[in-house]
Nanobody, 125 residues
Framework: QLVESGGGSVQAGDSLTLSCVASGGTFSTMLVGWFRQAPGNERKFVAAIRLTRTTTNYADSVKGRFTISRDNRKNTVYLQMRSLEPEDTATYYC????????????????????WGQGTQVTVSS
């Protein structure tokens, strides 16, 4: 089970860090990603990290502002979000996949087998 935390309401330009913990054990999967869904929109890829070699992949809309990382000791994957914009407002979901896809496939939802319940991020202008 994946549990997200760290969401909240902030002003544009502020920062937030989301956390994703694999409850009950370690991340035994190869891939962990963050997706987001704004009201009325489809869920979209944000960032992903392979648990080997720490390869990362980002959506163009968040490159340079968001950083995905992992802490194996804490069994946690983080999404550091800086310079937040109102367009970043969404429910953010953590997801984990058992496979180790190619770099170009890390953004695909079908690569992910487990999903969290989501955490809300609201950015006001």
């Amino acid at each position: 089970q994946l549990v997200e935390s760290g969401g909240g309401s902030v002003q544009a330009g502020d920062s937030l860090t989301l956390s994703c913990v694999a409850s009950g054990g370690t991340f035994s999967t190869m891939l962990v990603g963050w997706f987001r869904q704004a009201p009325g929109n489809e869920r979209k890829f944000v960032a992903a990290i392979r648990l080997t070699r720490t390869t990362t992949n980002y959506a163009d809309s968040v490159k340079g502002r968001f950083t995905i990382s992992r802490d194996n000791r804490k069994n946690t994957v983080y999404l550091q979000m800086r310079s937040l914009e109102p367009e970043d407002t969404a429910t953010y979901y953590c997801a984990a996949g058992r496979t180790n896809p190619a770099f170009g496939a890390m953004h695909l939802e079908q690569m992910y087998d487990y999903w969290g319940q989501g955490t809300q991020v609201t950015v006001s202008s």
